[in-house]
């Protein structure tokens, strides 16, 4: 092997740089992860089913650990959603904020493998009650139908917005807790 060779791995590995699907937090031992629902603190029903699915299809995505029933995990992963709520930010926007908090536990001795008292994910969509571009990418991924345009509320826009940002927002929540509980990135 040449020096810069292995220079290159050295410079990786002291970096923290390690292979998908392992990580540093998890022990090489464990094989098997419980995905428990989240208490959910927010008004926002099924939030917390939807959070967890969405978990489970990235751990099956990303990572060797197969997720078994609660509590039979090797290592537990837990949370919080601790607030869900939108908030105008200009005449025509708004932002849709979603805080959780996660921990990452061994089911044996109970040590605490991971813990992160506030992981937040932010979203804008437009919440201009009069203007809906048909023809957008948003709008086509949408149930709502043209026709049903002029009989639709404000409320019922805005609402249809704001459902539509939370998808997009719990996608990134989900990517930042596999990466920073699971991969330790």
Known sequence: MTRAL???VLAAVGCGYHLPGTSEIVPASARTISIRLFSNHT??????VQLRRMLEDEVRRRSVLKIVSDPQGDVILAGTIRRFGSTPVAFNSA??????????SERESGHVLYDNPLIQETEDFAAESNVVVTTSPQFQRGAVDRRDLENLTSVQLGETRKHEALGGLLERLVNDIYTQALEGF
């Open 6 to 8: 292995m220079a290159a």
């Open 43 to 48: 008004r926002e029903r099924g939030l917390e």
């Open 95 to 104: 932002d849709v904020v979603l805080q959780v908090s996660v921990t990452v």
